[in-house]
């Protein structure tokens, strides 16, 4: 039910800041989900309360079934969510997102695609610890 929740809400306009993508496995079954958020230096704060100095955009809720892991599906996400936000008229100079420092293989995927470690934390999900790094990919020239 969250992730319908999310999908449903995520996926309405909201004036071109927010987008949820979905991807359909071969089945026609859902097979992952990302969002994005777009942020502006006139926002002031991005979603997690640091300062916005240039148009990004934050990608959260990165998902992928487990019996679609493994065939791409991660890399499918990403270069739709990039074109898209490459796309658009607000100039979004870079792209990033935050990992789990536990999370190896999701770390290990966001490198292959050129998401860059920055050594920036954040606690992303209110646990009051730091434990996600942010990982940030700039738009190509």
């Given amino acids: 039910m969250f992730w319908q929740e ?10 071109g800041r927010i987008r949820q993508f979905v991807a359909e496995g071969p ?3 859902w097979a992952g989900t990302v969002t994005v958020f777009v942020e ?7 979603l997690f309360g640091d300062p916005v100095t240039v148009p990004q955009i934050d990608v959260v809720g990165v998902y992928v079934r487990p019996e679609a892991r493994g065939g791409g599906l991660v890399d499918a996400l990403l270069a739709t969510v990039l074109e898209w ?3 658009l008229d607000a100039g979004v100079e ?5 990992v789990h420092e536990e999370n190896v293989r999701a770390a ?7 998401f860059v ?3 920036g ?12 790094l942010e990982h940030v990919l700039a738009r190509p020239a």
């Fill in 6 to 15: 999310r999908a449903e809400g995520g996926s309405e306009d909201r004036g």
């Fill in 27 to 29: 089945d026609g079954r």
């Fill in 40 to 46: 502006l230096p006139e926002d002031g704060k991005s």
């Fill in 85 to 87: 936000a490459w796309s």
């Fill in 94 to 98: 870079r792209a990033r997102l935050y």
């Fill in 108 to 114: 290990a995927a966001y490198r292959r695609f050129g």
């Fill in 117 to 119: 470690a920055t050594g």
């Fill in 121 to 132: 934390r954040a606690d992303t999900v209110g646990s009051g610890e730091e434990r996600d």
